[in-house]
């Protein structure tokens, strides 16, 4: 059992507001993504549940237990939980054996037992081979394997992520997101990371939290979040997506710029902001929904990355390989809109991503 | 056409031979020359060196004491200085910043100024804290006497500690904060993280700013000068000047002798340092949070506070109190406060006794001139060493480092057996031999502050001007100056402030016409007016503030002392 309960955390560094007003529960073995551009405020969410930092209001429980409140406060390393930072930190003045061993010296365990729980840990990241070595003779990769397994060692309840994977090059990250999902599922337990990858949270998580400067945007599952974004910043953060405007009225929208309609069954009237995910635009020579011309186009092998103006707007195509070449640049195209998302218009700083 | 185009002249060649012969004549050559006269006599290789040095009790006590004195100062620096740099950088203690720039005001001081202050203070018979502890007390003897090695160390210690306060400072708030929080998360309290992870981590950097220490109050000349001589406590560096003094062939060899041991001994520890120590250190800088951890004290936040404060004011405050005090005091056996005991006629006399007035004259030529000719070379070297692949580019930065490891006094004695006539070069006399040998002395502290700030630069700007068709020296004009402007501004301070107040090679290598400030404060200080030595010394207590104000300002806070 290791649940961790937010209740309206906030965290403020004078008048800038950190965090704002967080509430939830994070279950027993789940794998939870906090999800959000750089400086949003998932890493000192991550830091407040770790200890190092302090919730300028609310409280946090750690199956229960009350760890940080107005009058409580439970330091870092009472907390029983691993963590594994972006940097790593792996001292570099131990071998990879001490570095792990670390948090079992700390809760004075017995030596032998010591030497049974590193090794074996160190078997589960691969790293049996190296335990005599010194950091700075690792790779970056087992480097961050090394704090995975200090992380793991004391079979912490919850295990907490850092961006872990963001200072390692593409193949080793993916490499590695399969790992981590893997060791979560043979250890059962929890886990709360942090990123900025969205295809990192979509791969990993049972439930993605996705935050913009300090305020919960939407909570869910990797495909509520993909398919059913709340609102236009969700639907730009987590996969690729065009925006065009429009005015609804009458079960129809009208596109801003042109003199063309798509069918619209929800509630919304007047001004709205649509939503379309590239993949869900089909070019097609008859029943367009829309017209367009091609500006661009890319042969990225698997499929034809188009660019295509449709009224005051670009819209990027993903579309079949066998489409390239058979447009020129100023062909008039047809266009089918098999899906798409409608949303009150927004101001501008909602979809603005802030990196 | 081929072979012509390979065969074009690289103007920075030019620059590295003319800067490389330049250290070859005026450092290289001296220093060498030093080592071979101590072991060759009249052509003859001879080991009489080391018999020089045991076989004689003057020489073998000044050794001693040098060695006693220079251990003791270093155990005790790092002693105050490694919970002093804890307590500033890694704690919340009150007024940290204030601390800060105390603790670092003492490193632009010069060390004869601490000593006068220290003399005056606990001086057996009439020193200020002395009589007031025996009336407090009612003791009928002094508690201290200044005139004895725990005297000198204590001196030493005073102005020394802050050389391994800054190495330790800035090791322990450029560590990476996520070392120690994944001990603190792997289950370590905040004291146990501090003894097993923060403090190995700092161990090079512990062993460095002891070495530190170690070679400064060794080589120093000032100190042991004033304290030492009148309690016939003689070190290496102040038996040397004597000798130089005294002028007999005899007594310059043994001047050389020990020169050579004080600069064998402080290159060693000086490569052990770089080189030994520094590829096993473990400070890194990492990308993400350059803010360091800072330890919540709680209960014991004020204690400390007023704990390291009483430091302060013991070690900082009360001396520069007692210079100032001394410089306006007309009987020095009374308080400054007694009636009629006030007095501005020595702060009158500085200002306008025509000696006063050319030494000052000379320190602020022999300084400009050091500092300018000291920083074009800095930056040349800095250029040629981080943005070029020209072979040989690492020697004059080597050279640099040595000439500012080296003793003064052996840099000193060196150019006065090599530069008078003797090879050919004669600058004996002349403001250059001073120059030069500032020059060689404390060219690294504006090497240092160039380099730094060139690696911050980044390469790509001077790419972009050499893409757009700048040639080498164009680019350095056009991008290079301008961005790193600041720092030469304060590098060239940090040449020039030492070398304005310079004591050590100046009074070996003055003539009547080339007397320096330092010399000028030293001989009033020890012959004629200790009060008028004492406004000498307030005056550049002053100087040496406000400099480093304009240069806090000119380069935003970037650098000061």
Redesign the interface.
């Known amino acids: 059992m290791s649940v961790i309960t937010l209740d309206h955390v906030t965290k403020k560094y004078g008048d800038t507001v950190v965090l704002s007003d967080f509430t939830d529960e994070f279950g027993d073995g789940e794998f939870i993504t906090l999800l959000g551009p750089s400086g949003c405020g998932k890493t000192t969410m991550l830091r407040m549940i770790?200890?190092?930092e302090k919730p300028t209001t609310g409280e946090i429980r750690i199956d229960g237990v009350t760890v940080s409140s107005a009058d409580t406060f439970v330091?870092?390393?009472?907390?029983?939980?691993?963590?594994v930072?972006?940097?790593?930190?792996v001292?570099?003045?131990m071998n990879v054996f001490n570095n792990v061993a670390?948090?079992l010296k700390?809760?004075k365990v017995p030596k032998e037992e010591i030497r049974e729980k590193v090794e074996k840990v160190l078997e589960t990241v691969h790293l049996s081979q190296y335990a005599k070595r010194m950091p700075s003779a690792l790779s970056g990769g087992q480097q961050q394997r090394v704090?995975l397994a200090?992380?793991l060692v004391?079979e912490p309840k919850v295990l907490?992520l850092d961006e872990p994977l963001s200072n390692l090059d593409a193949k080793l990250r993916e490499c590695m997101r399969f790992e981590i999902k893997e060791i979560q599922e043979r250890l059962h337990i929890s886990i709360i990371y942090v990123t900025h990858d969205q295809s990192e949270a979509m791969t990993m998580s049972d439930r993605v939290f996705v935050i913009n400067s300090g305020v919960l945007q939407q909570s869910g599952t990797p495909t509520e979040i993909y398919r059913s974004p709340k609102n236009q910043f969700v639907a730009d953060f987590v996969g690729k997506v065009n925006f065009l405007k429009g005015i609804s009225e009458g079960g129809k929208i009208k596109i801003s710029g042109i003199d063309e309609t798509l069918d619209y069954s929800g509630d919304l009237t007047g001004e709205v902001d649509i939503a379309v995910r590239p993949e869900n635009i089909r070019i097609v020579r008859e029943n367009a929904h829309l017209h367009g011309k091609l500006v661009s186009e890319f042969f990225t092998g698997d499929s034809d990355d188009c660019r295509i103006s449709v009224g005051e707007s670009v819209l990027r195509v993903i579309a079949d390989a066998s489409v390239y070449g058979k447009y020129s640049p100023d062909d008039t195209i047809g266009l089918v809109i098999n899906d798409m998302l409608v949303f009150p218009p927004a101001s501008d700083d909602l979809r603005k991503i802030m990196t | 056409m081929e072979k012509k185009r390979k065969f074009y002249f690289d103007i920075k060649w030019l620059f590295i031979i003319a800067i490389v012969g330049f250290l070859l004549v005026f450092q290289v050559f001296p220093l060498l020359y030093l080592v071979i006269r101590a072991f060759f006599v009249d052509g003859q290789f001879t080991t009489d060196a080391f018999t020089r040095i045991y076989s004689s009790d003057i020489n073998l006590s000044c050794v001693l004491n040098t060695l006693v004195a220079a251990s003791l100062s270093m155990v005790f620096g790092v002693l105050i200085a490694l919970p002093l740099a804890f307590l500033v950088g890694r704690t919340n203690l009150y007024g940290r910043s204030l601390f800060r720039s105390l603790f670092l005001m003492t490193y632009m001081v010069p060390p004869y100024v601490g000593a006068m202050a220290w003399l005056r203070l606990l001086n057996p018979k009439v020193g200020t804290l002395n009589m007031l502890l025996m009336n407090v007390f009612g003791l009928s003897d002094a508690p201290f006497n200044i005139y004895s090695i725990p005297g000198l160390v204590w001196v030493l210690t005073t102005f020394y500690y802050p050389y391994a306060f800054i190495t330790l400072s800035r090791a322990m708030e450029n560590m990476?904060p996520?070392?120690e929080?994944?001990?603190?998360?792997?289950?370590?309290?905040?004291l146990?993280t501090l003894f097993?992870?923060t403090l190995?981590?700092m161990?090079p950097s512990i062993a460095a700013s002891a070495l530190l220490v170690f070679v400064a109050a060794a080589s120093c000349y000032g100190i042991p000068s004033i304290i030492g001589a009148p309690a016939k406590i003689y070190t290496i560096t102040t038996r040397i000047v004597d000798y130089v003094y005294i002028g007999s062939a005899d007594g310059l060899t043994d001047a050389t002798v020990l020169a050579v041991f004080l600069m064998v001994l402080a290159l060693v520890i000086l490569f052990i340092s770089n080189f030994v120590i520094g590829r096993r250190d473990?400070i890194?800088i990492?990308?993400?949070s350059v803010r360091p951890n800072i330890v919540d004290l709680g209960k014991w936040r004020l204690p400390l506070t007023i704990l390291v404060g009483l430091f302060a004011v013991v070690v900082i405050v009360i001396p520069f109190i007692s210079v100032f005090a001394t410089s306006f005091t007309v009987n020095m056996g009374k308080s400054v406060f007694e009636d009629g005991n006030f007095t501005l006629k020595y702060w009158e006399t500085i200002f306008s006794r025509s000696s006063i007035r050319s030494s000052t004259g000379n320190s602020i030529i022999t300084s400009v001139c050091a500092a300018s000719f000291g920083m074009i070379i800095c930056i040349i070297m800095a250029y040629l060493l981080k943005r070029t692949n020209v072979p040989g580019r690492k020697i004059p930065d080597f050279l640099i480092t040595v000439g500012s490891g080296t003793p003064s006094v052996a840099i000193a004695l060196a150019l006065i057996m090599t530069m008078s006539g003797r090879f050919g070069i004669n600058i004996y006399n002349t403001i250059w031999i001073m120059i030069i040998a500032y020059m060689i002395k404390y060219m690294l502290m504006g090497m240092r502050t160039v380099v730094s700030a060139l690696s911050q630069v980044s390469p790509s700007l001077e790419e972009a001007a050499q893409v757009s068709g700048a040639g080498w020296l164009r680019r350095l004009k056009d991008v290079m100056f301008p961005l790193i402007t600041p720092s030469v501004v304060a590098g060239w301070f940090l040449i020039f402030m030492p070398c304005f107040y310079e004591l050590t090679m100046s009074n070996m290598l003055y003539s009547d016409k080339t007397k320096s400030l330092g010399i000028e404060l030293y001989q009033y200080q020890t012959y004629h007016s200790q009060q008028t030595a004492a406004a000498l010394a307030g005056g550049i207590l002053i100087l040496v503030v406000v400099l480093n104000v304009i240069m806090n300002k000119v380069t935003k806070g970037k650098f000061s002392i």
């Open positions: 770790a200890g190092f330091p870092p390393e009472k907390r029983g939980l691993g963590m930072f972006q940097s790593y930190a001292w570099p003045h670390y948090p700390i809760r704090a200090r992380a004391a907490l | 990476d996520s070392l929080e994944s001990a603190r998360i792997s289950g370590s309290s905040p146990k097993t992870v190995p981590l161990l473990y890194m990492s990308g993400k």
